[in-house]
């Protein structure tokens, strides 16, 4: 593969992570589609939007991902059986190789399909990024012992707006939440036990996302099914019973855009502590975007009390390092910041520092 195309050199970087985060087929896929792209094939042409991009900025706009979920999107779909039957399923772990050569046939015979699903930015929802979260929403409730509101932005189809009903194993550290709860989330756990026994009780939740995915869609459904690794079977399973859970208790995500609805909805109110929190969002946003909300949400502390506590929780990463997770947590009125872990993208494994 040539270090002189943008585009390749960013598909190739992508199919180096998914290999890494244990995604074998989605990684060999990728680096076909690089070395397509190289050489002028379907590839390039679907991607040429992005041609005039550095590789990082493709990265960051998730341009490769977006590749890859549309496939993917395909081979569920049905709508091309050769492809589907290459796919990973039950009791078949996939043939790249193999899937590949058909693959780029239908970049070409589906061009107008795939460039409308590249067209729409990413919309992932990993539910068992709850896991990294939770010890936060504790963290907040242990430290107020308020009821908690809890405001989530960039929500994608609401599925970890409802981490309050799920049920966690943290290995030795110990376990929370609903028992009978469809939803199970582990993690390899490190370091010592978050505050368990914190008092929490939800009183509010609300979420937005500029372009929220309606479960009940199942075109919908479909393209969130889409963007989780085809060779991952555990992470669908979770994303099946999470959608049942969202469909269960009717839960609904507003079309809204994640700077201004904070202050039209999380403004913080006595008696309850307001959690505004995302996770793996804010490296989508431009900078401009990043600044405005960051001058909201230092608006919304701003008018946090005592009887009023407003708390900002995010799992995001590092500027420097996008494979890696830090959840860190801002509590007004005293404005005190903590990093209080560090996580895998997915959460395979949490690292308690708080």
């Not at 195309?5 to 180096?16: F, G, S, V």
Request: net charge negative.
């Amino acid at each position: 593969m040539s270090q002189d195309n943008p585009t390749a050199r960013a598909i190739a970087l992508q199919a180096q992570a998914c290999a890494a985060l244990g995604s074998a087929f989605s990684g060999a896929l990728l680096a076909s589609a690089a070395d397509d792209v190289d050489a002028g094939g379907p590839t390039a042409a679907v991607m040429a939007p992005w041609s005039g991009k550095d590789a990082r900025a493709q990265i960051a706009d998730a341009a490769p991902l977006r590749l890859l979920g549309a496939l993917h999107d395909l081979a569920l779909s049905g709508d091309a059986p050769a492809l589907s039957a290459l796919y990973p399923s039950a009791g078949f772990a996939g043939d790249a190789a193999a899937a590949w050569p058909v693959a780029r046939a239908l970049l070409a015979e589906h061009a107008g399909r795939i460039g409308a699903f590249l067209g729409h930015e990413p919309q992932t929802n990993e539910t068992r990024r709850s896991v990294a979260l939770l010890p936060g929403f504790l963290t907040v409730a242990a430290q107020t012992g308020l009821p908690i509101r809890a405001f989530e932005i960039a929500a994608s189809a609401g599925l970890n707006s409802l981490w309050d009903r799920y049920h966690y194993d943290l290995g030795a550290a110990g376990q929370w939440g609903d028992a009978a709860s469809g939803v199970r989330l582990d993690t390899e756990w490190r370091g010592g036990p978050p505050p368990l026994d914190a008092p929490v009780r939800v009183v509010e939740r609300r979420a937005c996302d500029r372009a929220p995915i309606d479960v009940r869609d199942p075109v919908a459904r479909r393209r969130l099914k889409a963007y989780i690794w085809a060779d991952q079977p555990e992470r669908l399973a979770r994303l099946d019973a999470a959608v049942q859970a969202v469909l269960a208790a009717d839960a609904r995500v507003e079309a809204a855009d994640a700077v201004a609805w904070p202050e039209q909805r999380a403004a913080p109110v006595d008696g309850a502590v307001t959690v505004l929190f995302h996770s793996v969002f804010w490296q989508y946003m431009p900078a401009e975007s990043q600044a405005a909300l960051t001058a909201a949400i230092q608006r919304l502390g701003n008018l946090a009390t005592a009887a009023g506590p407003f708390a900002w929780l995010r799992m995001e990463p590092p500027a420097d390092n996008l494979s890696l997770m830090e959840l860190r947590l801002t509590l007004w009125p005293t404005r005190e910041e903590r990093l209080l872990g560090r996580c895998h993208p997915h959460a395979a494994w949490v690292e308690w520092m708080g």
